[in-house]
């Protein structure tokens, strides 16, 4: 069973993962994962492709059953056969999808909408009022809300995915690699805007990715994978120290720069 | 081998299980309304336009075959009847599912099946809504109320197109084809024919539904869903019109005893 951060008193922690195994078939992925994700802090989850990362996302969120093992939201303990309890422990939290996930058949207004003419009963003018906010905190304005997904480049369709997932005001955010693909510049605008939303909304942020060089930018706590276990948690600048050789290859890029930055000042 | 005999039985538990869902999901029906709508125009009025070129032709060829055999025993006035029946009680049904499956059960299956795939059904699960009651659902219902409608103009084009070749191209008397068919067809017809309508209907939204929401999250998967779909939803058409014809109650009365 791996390590789990436990530097966090109970109320301090927004997700607690103990014991998590899962597998498919013969191929285990998971073998009894631990991890405290602490209370309003970004909080990024690394790892090469296939380690897992986006299966404990999707764990998280109760869209997978674990074989084993419990996750606790905000103290409650999530079970992903209970549909009703789900529902109750999902409101408070908002994912953002890796390709977006917008609804291509709903305009930017009824995807930023959906959730809440679903579950709010909101006048056609408060919803109105709520779309703006909502798309000004992701930096686009209200004459975007005509506008069909198709019609968006890859980083607006990130900022309408995200106003659409905090639209509930959830307490934890959760990202399932939400730079891959994208150009530099495109990759450090919904970095910053990770970092701005967490500030503004209060929210917990779970980031999964493999981009070290945005990690050192926004991320108060890194938890790094590697074959189903977690190999390092803790803070990001602190990952240099780790003597685990699988941490000390996937952060070396990130270290030379470092190293560098250094002898240069 | 075993795994041969199980998977039909793991295919029909997990199918129950999805309609079940879809059952359930009637609860919030009444804010789905538009959605059902909005789903009863796709698979019924925009299937009129290839529903009445298919009726059209089909009564058309009907009328010359059933004369050509008719006329053989100096039978030429129960064309009508013949047509009527045939036309109400087994092609109509059987061509609307068909036509249907094609056009609108593959659109379903490919529209669920990419949601599927780009993760949109998971980020509406995300977002608190149900995808049964919101995606599955009206469509079944469209589905299941739609091609009854659809069977039963089916019917009145293929008859017309009937009597035009009877009348035109065979040089019949046309009202004696009217007075026949009307003659011929009674209720106990038009309910075997809308019953098999309503059941070929429920089929291929019910299949069209399952096979996009079950879509490997891959390339591939939107092709083989929809492929699946169309090729089962066939299928089930042809054997449950089989065993309808056979065991279904020609008289309709037993459902008031």
Same mark, same amino acid.
Request: with cysteine.
């Given at each position: 069973?791996?390590?789990?951060?436990?530097?966090?008193?109970?109320?301090?922690?927004? &997700?607690? &993962?103990?014991?998590?195994?899962?597998?498919?078939?013969q191929f285990k992925i998971h073998h009894g994962l631990n991890l405290d994700i602490p209370r309003g802090k970004v909080t990024y989850i690394m790892g090469g492709s296939g380690c897992g990362k986006s299966l404990l996302l999707k764990q998280i969120m109760g869209f997978i059953e674990p074989d084993k093992g419990t996750i606790f939201i905000n103290g409650e303990q999530m079970i992903a056969s209970d549909h009703r309890q789900l529902k109750q422990v999902r409101k408070h939290m908002g994912i953002l999808f890796?390709?977006?996930?917008?609804?291509?058949?709903?305009?930017?207004?009824?995807?930023?909408?959906?959730?809440?003419?679903?579950?709010?009963?909101?006048?056609?003018?408060?919803?109105?009022?709520?779309?703006?906010?909502?798309?000004?905190?992701?930096?686009?304005?209200?004459?975007?809300?005509?506008?069909?997904?198709?019609?968006?480049?890859?980083?607006?369709? +990130?900022?309408?995915?995200?106003?659409?997932?905090?639209?509930? +005001?959830?307490?934890?955010?959760?990202?399932?690699?939400?730079?891959?693909?994208?150009?530099?510049?495109?990759?450090?605008?919904?970095?910053?805007?990770? +970092?701005? &939303?967490?500030?503004?909304?209060?929210?917990?942020?779970? &980031?999964?990715?493999?981009?070290?060089?945005?990690?050192?930018?926004?991320?108060?706590?890194?938890?790094?994978?590697?074959?189903?276990?977690?190999?390092?948690?803790?803070?990001?600048?602190?990952?240099?120290?780790? +003597?685990?050789?699988?941490?000390?290859?996937?952060?070396?890029?990130?270290?030379?720069?470092?190293?560098?930055?250094?002898?240069?000042? | 081998? =075993?795994?041969?005999?199980?998977?039909?039985?793991?295919?029909?538990?997990? =199918?129950?299980?999805?309609?079940?869902?879809?059952?359930?999901?009637?609860?919030?029906?009444?804010?789905?309304?538009?959605?059902?709508?909005?789903?009863?125009?796709?698979?019924? /009025?925009?299937?009129?336009?290839?529903?009445?070129?298919?009726?059209?032709?089909?009564?058309?060829?009907?009328?010359?075959?059933?004369?050509?055999?008719?006329?053989?025993? %100096? !039978?030429?006035?129960?064309? $009508?009847?013949?047509? %009527?029946?045939?036309?109400?009680?087994?092609?109509?049904?059987?061509?609307?599912?068909?036509?249907?499956?094609?056009?609108?059960?593959?659109?379903?299956?490919?529209?669920?099946?990419? !949601?599927?795939?780009?993760?949109?059904? #998971?980020?509406?699960?995300?977002?608190?809504?149900?995808?049964?009651?919101?995606?599955?659902?009206?469509?079944?219902?469209? $589905?299941?109320? %739609? =091609?009854?409608?659809?069977?039963?103009?089916?019917?009145?084009?293929?008859?017309?197109?009937?009597?035009?070749?009877?009348?035109?191209?065979?040089?019949?008397? %046309?009202?004696?084809?009217?007075?026949?068919?009307?003659?011929?067809?009674?209720?106990? #017809?038009?309910?075997?024919?809308?019953?098999?309508?309503?059941?070929?209907?429920?089929?291929?939204?019910?299949?069209?539904?399952?096979?996009?929401?079950?879509?490997?999250?891959?390339?591939?998967?939107?092709?083989?869903?929809?492929?699946?779909?169309?090729?089962?939803? /066939?299928?089930?058409?042809?054997?449950? #019109?089989?065993?309808?014809?056979?065991?279904?109650?020609?008289?309709?009365?037993? =459902?008031?005893?």
């Amino acid at each position: 069973m791996t390590q789990a951060s436990s530097s966090y008193s109970d109320n301090d922690i927004a &997700v607690k &993962v103990r014991g998590l195994e899962k597998g498919f078939g013969q191929f285990k992925i998971h073998h009894g994962l631990n991890l405290d994700i602490p209370r309003g802090k970004v909080t990024y989850i690394m790892g090469g492709s296939g380690c897992g990362k986006s299966l404990l996302l999707k764990q998280i969120m109760g869209f997978i059953e674990p074989d084993k093992g419990t996750i606790f939201i905000n103290g409650e303990q999530m079970i992903a056969s209970d549909h009703r309890q789900l529902k109750q422990v999902r409101k408070h939290m908002g994912i953002l999808f890796q390709n977006s996930a917008l609804f291509d058949s709903l305009s930017v207004y009824n995807n930023v909408a959906f959730s809440l003419k679903e579950q709010l009963n909101l006048s056609k003018s408060e919803t109105d009022k709520r779309v703006e906010e909502l798309l000004l905190s992701v930096g686009l304005t209200f004459e975007h809300s005509k506008k069909m997904p198709g019609e968006l480049s890859g980083g607006q369709r +990130k900022r309408v995915a995200l106003a659409r997932a905090i639209a509930l +005001k959830p307490s934890i955010m959760m990202y399932d690699e939400p730079t891959t693909g994208l150009d530099p510049i495109t990759t450090m605008m919904v970095t910053n805007l990770i +970092k701005n &939303v967490s500030t503004q909304h209060d929210l917990t942020s779970i &980031v999964i990715s493999h981009d070290t060089h945005v990690v050192f930018t926004v991320a108060e706590h890194i938890a790094f994978m590697k074959d189903g276990e977690f190999k390092y948690v803790g803070a990001p600048w602190d990952v240099f120290k780790s +003597k685990d050789p699988d941490v000390q290859e996937f952060f070396a890029l990130e270290a030379n720069r470092k190293r560098e930055s250094q002898e240069n000042a | 081998m =075993l795994s041969l005999a199980i998977s039909p039985i793991t295919f029909l538990g997990k =199918l129950s299980s999805f309609i079940w869902n879809a059952v359930v999901g009637l609860k919030n029906f009444h804010r789905r309304l538009p959605i059902f709508l909005q789903q009863f125009d796709f698979i019924s /009025v925009e299937s009129l336009l290839v529903v009445t070129f298919s009726a059209i032709f089909i009564g058309a060829v009907l009328s010359f075959q059933t004369y050509t055999a008719l006329h053989l025993f %100096g !039978m030429d006035s129960f064309l $009508g009847s013949s047509v %009527g029946i045939a036309l109400m009680r087994e092609l109509a049904p059987v061509f609307c599912g068909i036509m249907v499956a094609a056009r609108a059960g593959a659109a379903i299956a490919a529209e669920i099946a990419t !949601m599927r795939v780009t993760e949109q059904i #998971d980020a509406m699960e995300a977002l608190g809504t149900d995808p049964f009651d919101y995606l599955v659902t009206p469509r079944i219902l469209a $589905g299941t109320i %739609g =091609l009854p409608i659809l069977c039963i103009y089916f019917t009145l084009i293929g008859c017309g197109s009937g009597w035009f070749i009877a009348k035109v191209v065979l040089a019949t008397d %046309g009202a004696v084809y009217w007075q026949q068919l009307a003659w011929a067809v009674d209720f106990n #017809d038009v309910w075997q024919g809308l019953t098999k309508a309503c059941i070929f209907g429920f089929f291929l939204s019910v299949l069209g539904c399952f096979y996009g929401y079950n879509a490997q999250s891959n390339a591939e998967g939107v092709g083989v869903a929809t492929n699946q779909a169309v090729v089962t939803s /066939v299928l089930w058409i042809l054997f449950s #019109d089989y065993v309808m014809t056979a065991y279904l109650p020609y008289d309709p009365s037993f =459902l008031i005893l």
